[in-house]
């Protein structure tokens, strides 16, 4: 199938599609199946304590995946999540940004299946792991 999305195509996607979040999120890098993106942690992330909270890791997840289905089958904008499954496994590093290494475990004709972990840059250990299902419209 081959890539159909280069990272900055993704991006002028995002901007054009989902302003609201576009200047949340970086793609760093993008290959056959794979993707890996950076929620670029502020102040609006946070929760009391100071650590980024869970919907925060939630949409860097979501947003991973959402680009790697895309990056392989062109700009669908109503690609939709129907499934997810999120560990949240450590507290992630105060003030540094999270890492998303994103893979495409499978990427059918209707559905696409990712695998995401996600870490503090400079963290070894991973501070979430999700597994999401995404449904992919039908063409015409």
Do not use: W
């Not at 992330?45 to 990056?71: C, K, Q, W």
């Amino acid at each position: 199938m081959g890539l159909q999305m280069s990272a900055a195509e993704l991006d002028t996607f995002l901007k054009a599609e989902f302003p609201q979040v576009s200047g949340e999120f970086a793609i760093e890098e993008v290959g056959e199946m794979r993707i890996r993106t950076r929620l670029l942690v502020g102040e609006r992330h946070l929760r009391p304590g100071g650590t980024v909270s869970g919907p925060s890791i939630f949409a860097l997840a979501d947003v991973s995946v959402y680009l790697a289905v895309l990056a392989m089958i062109g700009p669908q904008g109503l690609a939709v999540t129907t499934n997810c499954s999120i560990d949240f496994m450590r507290k992630p590093i105060s003030g540094v940004d999270l890492i998303a290494e994103c893979r495409l475990l499978k990427l059918g004709r209707v559905l696409a299946v990712g695998e995401v972990l996600i870490f503090s840059e400079g963290g070894e250990a991973p501070v979430a792991r999700a597994s999401m299902t995404y449904s992919i419209p039908p063409k015409g």
